[in-house]
């Protein structure tokens, strides 16, 4: 059974760099598409990035390119996204998640981690 903890979050000014990760355990990574999701308060989840469990290419979102960069260690079952140039709008809960294929529609993984918060604040 497909296992993700997040980690990482935390406080970070407007314009500062942070990097969530994602530890992934009782599958072979590469076998799924890890996807990077986000949450924030009255708001619908919404996907940032996806890396692909055919070729490895990263897909990111439109506010999400040029900024954040998601990447896996298959070797350590790790997933990352680095995120820089953050804006308060990025406050959010970052999920990752596993899937059969890449798709910012939440409802097409079954795979969760629990989520860790990311605050921009000035």
């Known amino acids: 059974q497909v296992q993700l903890v997040e980690s990482g979050g935390g406080l970070v000014q407007p314009g500062g760099s942070l990097r969530v990760s994602c530890a992934v355990s009782?599958?072979?990574?590469?076998?799924?598409?890890i996807a990077w999701f986000r949450q924030a308060p009255g708001k619908e989840r919404e996907g940032v990035a996806c890396?692909?469990?055919?070729?490895?290419?990263?897909h990111y979102a439109y506010f999400a390119k040029g900024r954040f960069t998601a990447s896996r260690d298959n070797a350590e079952n790790m997933v990352y996204l680095q995120m820089s140039s953050l804006k308060s709008e990025d406050t959010a809960v970052y999920y990752c998640?596993?899937?059969?294929?890449?798709?910012?529609?939440?409802?097409?993984?079954?795979?969760w981690g629990q989520g860790t918060q990311v605050t921009v604040f000035s």
């Open positions: 890396i692909s469990n055919s070729d490895g290419s990263p």
């Open positions: 998640a596993a899937g059969d294929f890449c798709t910012f529609y939440s409802g097409g993984y079954s795979n």
């Open positions: 009782g599958v072979t990574l590469n076998h799924y598409a």
